[in-house]
């Protein structure tokens, strides 16, 4: 069992390196990866506006072009036979249609058609409709689309859609007939471009296509651009958690040497006579005592960061630890008049490193004590249910704000700094339970009300029962 329990925690130590180091890389990676994203739907929008614009453009210009010439022939026509309206040319061939042509229109100033052909008879009502709302807007050039129903779709005619089950894209011009300065008619004709449009699908099937692969590639190149902006950071880190962790070291052998000549000095001084010298003692006593812990604390995250601290997991009751850290921070309760009580089973066999969880219940009962007022109170639960071990510290404190619930955990975060000063905390302590907890595979959380106080639940798998 307990190899089994080592197999599973040992992955754990370098958690916090991983889920430092793995959320700034993802976050690079996804800044890098959005950007080349965002420049390559860009150049899909762009491409395909520019693709649509250039090729509906030139359709629109060659069809102006054909309507104008054979207006200009139509006239030519006209004066030859010394007309004056355009049925004398109803039997003569005077336009020449192109492949993609679906029709051609030559209407009087009545609006009559005088000649005309469609590609499929049965469109002309259609047509007609089109052509008499291009006439009454007076546009010179529509893109209109026609519906093919079954019944159309069955017509015969010269010009043909691509796909005959596909409905049409039209593109219709028109153009002026004169004779001698007097307006005689209108010419009308109409072009296929549902070829256009079956390109324009084309081309954004290709490009999104296109994009998909050079989304894979945007964010390949984004992981390794994230991978390479890590390398100095990473080295920095690290060279900043060695100096962490040699000055902590480093820092225990002269605050123990001055606490040593602290209690040296309390002790051949007659402080009942010199009471200025009994209070300059006692101050300097508790700073040291004050950077002891903090130096130890920094030490053990020091120790965590690099992964020097090894688990020693065992299975162990975890009462009277919890009964050791009530007894030890009895007197300063008592000194709060805050009541303080713990509520376990006779028996709470655990699975995990003693010290460790005995850390943790310290650091979550120390944390409830300064945060609450005097006369409150405060309470440890040792509880199992299921397969979960549960241990919970409730408070009578003044709570903790819903944005707040998370950055308690974070290193040297305090809520309130001008206070957490006078009552000594420096913002290490639930950072320290945080990693204690995770390293046994657990979570913790807190649930609060501003002003009536906090529960701060640790939840640890049970492999015990």
């Known amino acids: 069992m307990r190899h089994k329990f080592l197999s599973i925690i040992d992955p754990l130590f370098n958690r916090f390196d991983k889920d430092v180091f793995n959320n700034t890389q993802n976050r690079l990676t996804r800044n890098f990866s959005g950007l080349l994203m965002l420049f390559l739907f860009l150049f899909i929008v762009i491409v395909y506006s520019v693709l649509y614009f250039v090729i509906l453009n030139t359709q629109e ?64 009502p259609q047509l007609l409709s089109i052509v008499n709302k291009q006439m009454s807007n007076g546009q010179d050039i529509l893109n209109e689309v026609i519906q093919m129903d079954e019944k159309l779709r069955k017509g015969r005619g010269e010009f043909r859609a691509p796909d005959q089950n596909q409905d049409i894209h039209m593109l219709i011009a028109s153009h002026d007939v004169y004779y001698k300065g007097q307006y005689i008619g209108q010419i009308y004709i109409g072009k296929d471009i549902t070829f256009a449009y079956r390109l324009f699908h084309w081309i954004l099937v290709i490009l999104i296509v296109l994009g998909m692969v050079f989304v894979g590639v945007a964010i390949f190149i984004s992981l390794r651009m994230s991978k390479r902006a890590m390398v100095p950071i990473k080295s920095a880190f690290k060279r900043q958690r060695e100096f962490v962790g040699d000055a902590s070291h480093e820092l225990r052998t002269p605050l123990s040497v001055l606490l040593s000549s602290v209690d040296a000095m309390d002790m051949t001084l007659d402080t009942q006579k010199d009471e200025m010298a009994g209070k300059l003692l006692s101050n300097m006593r508790e700073e040291v005592k004050r950077m002891t812990n903090l130096v130890s604390d920094l ?64 650091i979550l009962l120390d944390n409830a004590i300064k945060y609450t007022p005097e006369g409150g ?89």
């Open 299 to 362: 030490l053990t995250l020091a120790r965590s960061d690099s992964n020097t601290i090894e688990l020693k997991t065992e299975v162990f009751d975890l009462k009277p630890l919890a009964e050791k850290a009530i007894e030890s921070l009895h007197p300063i309760a008592a000194a709060k008049q805050i009541q303080f009580g713990l509520s376990a089973p006779d028996d709470f066999n655990v699975m995990g490193d003693p010290q460790r969880l005995s850390q943790l219940i310290y």
């Open 61 to 124: 210009r060659e069809l102006r072009t054909l309507v104008a010439q054979e207006a200009g022939y139509i006239e030519t026509l006209i004066g030859k036979n010394n007309q004056s309206d355009l049925r004398g040319i109803q039997n003569q061939e005077v336009i020449f249609a192109g492949v993609d042509q679906s029709f051609y229109y030559v209407m009087n100033s009545s609006g009559e058609v005088v000649m005309g052909s469609e590609a499929n008879p049965r469109l002309r």
């Open 377 to 465: 109170q405060v309470k440890l639960n040792l509880v199992k249910e299921g397969r979960e071990v549960r241990i919970m510290v409730q408070d009578t404190g003044i709570g903790i704000k819903k944005e707040d619930y998370l950055k308690i955990f974070e290193r040297f975060y305090r809520t309130d700094k001008s206070r957490s000063r006078q009552i000594g905390g420096h913002g290490l302590g639930l950072s320290i339970a945080k990693w204690i907890v995770e390293t046994h595979k657990g979570t913790i959380q807190v649930t609060s009300e501003l002003g009536k106080g906090s529960t701060f639940i640790v939840k640890l798998p049970d492999y015990v029962s």
